[in-house]
């Protein structure tokens, strides 16, 4: 079953916030870039329309589709300067 996909983004971003930890180690990650394979849905629900995504957990899960869809994400951390214009 397919979850909101704000819930699914938020699981994303709540797994990678570790990452920060490495610049305590020296490492310092300026830029993520990720492409997932994405299972979408829209369903009408309570008088509204509702996204529905959730990352494929198999990749056997969308063989049955000819065009799988592929969320591209990329994170980057910008001065606030440059972030603002």
């Given at each position: 079953?397919?979850?909101?996909?704000?819930?699914?983004?938020?699981?994303?971003?709540?797994?990678?916030a570790p990452l920060a930890s490495a610049?305590?180690?020296?490492?310092?990650?300026s830029t993520l870039a990720l492409?997932?394979?994405?299972?979408?849905?829209?369903?009408?629900?309570?008088?509204?329309?509702?996204?529905?995504?959730?990352?494929?957990?198999?990749?056997?899960?969308?063989?049955?589709?000819?065009?799988?869809?592929?969320?591209?994400?990329?994170?980057?951390?910008?001065?606030?300067?440059?972030?603002?214009?």
């Amino acid at each position: 079953m397919l979850r909101e996909l704000h819930q699914s983004l938020a699981e994303l971003q709540d797994s990678i916030a570790p990452l920060a930890s490495a610049a305590q180690a020296g490492v310092r990650i300026s830029t993520l870039a990720l492409t997932l394979p994405l299972d979408m849905a829209v369903v009408l629900r309570d008088g509204g329309c509702v996204l529905l995504g959730d990352f494929a957990r198999n990749s056997a899960d969308a063989s049955w589709c000819e065009a799988p869809t592929r969320l591209h994400l990329t994170l980057e951390a910008r001065p606030v300067e440059e972030a603002v214009s």
